[in-house]
């Protein structure tokens, strides 16, 4: 049972052109999102995070947007680039238990991932 | 260039041989793990060390040996492995276990194949 879902497994956009990448989760004990990006033969690298204390993170072209009403949470890169061109994992974990009773951050859940193209 | 490095890049091995990844970090991190990722899958969680202590084993079959002689290496011995073993096997590092400004940091992995 998928606990961190990719619908899309793919997605092409044009160079310029903003690329929205969604991730639906059902566990409402997430409480910090992560994306990574993966390129061919690489390992992810860490791109961008939120805790579920905000709606909204910025950095450079890259803006995580999280809905926490609609389990949901986006990743808006604008301007798309030929060199965004890669997976994109979103990722979720919980604090287990809850940081009040001394708990430590869970496991990370990860999607599984939509391919990014950007096209010249 | 990752921060992360794990060696060899490429490992093929017979389900007799005995073998080990190896990974080593020099950020100062104190978590370290290892993910499974087979093709067109996430990555999945095997071992979590933190402060060279076995913190998190999700249920990994015991041909997986993982071992932390120091805070920056990381290693996992193979031994009697199955060719659906066959796999990318990523190493990662954080800051501390958890926590909100503890994102991974992963290596580029070691593609396993048994034969």
């Known amino acids: 049972d998928q606990q961190v879902k990719q619908n899309s497994p793919s997605l092409s956009v044009q160079e310029g052109r903003i690329s929205i990448l969604n991730c639906d989760y059902t566990?409402?004990?997430?409480?910090?999102f992560l994306w990574y990006k993966k390129y061919p033969a690489e390992g992810p690298t860490f791109l961008i995070s939120i805790s579920s204390i905000k709606d909204k993170n910025e950095d450079g072209r890259f803006t995580v947007f999280l809905n926490k009403s609609a389990k949901h949470l986006s990743l808006h890169i604008v301007p798309s680039q030929p060199g965004d061109s890669a997976v994109y994992f979103c990722?979720?974990?919980?604090?287990?238990?809850?940081?009040?009773?001394?708990?430590?951050?869970?496991?990370?859940?990860f999607g599984k991932g939509t391919k990014l193209s950007v096209k010249p | 260039d990752t921060e992360v490095t794990q060696t060899p890049k490429h490992l093929v091995m017979g389900m007799t041989n005995k073998k080990s990844l190896k990974c080593e970090q020099h950020?100062?991190?104190?978590?370290m793990y290892w993910y499974k990722q087979k093709a067109k899958k996430p990555p999945e969680l095997m071992f979590v060390?933190?402060?060279?202590?076995?913190?998190i084993n999700e249920s990994v079959p015991s041909r997986f040996s993982p071992e932390c002689p120091n805070s920056s290496l990381l290693n996992l011995h193979l031994h009697a492995l199955q060719p659906e073993d066959s796999a990318l096997y990523l190493c990662?590092?954080?800051?501390?276990?958890?926590?909100?400004?503890?994102?991974?940091?992963f290596g580029n992995g070691t593609r396993l194949t048994v034969t």
């Open positions: 990662a590092s954080s800051q501390e276990l958890g926590g909100v400004s503890s994102p991974l940091h």
């Open positions: 060390y933190s402060y060279e202590k076995l913190s």
């Open positions: 990722a979720a974990s919980a604090f287990d238990p809850p940081p009040l009773y001394g708990g430590s951050q869970g496991n990370l859940i």
């Open positions: 950020m100062g991190h104190r978590a």
């Open positions: 566990n409402s004990m997430f409480d910090y």
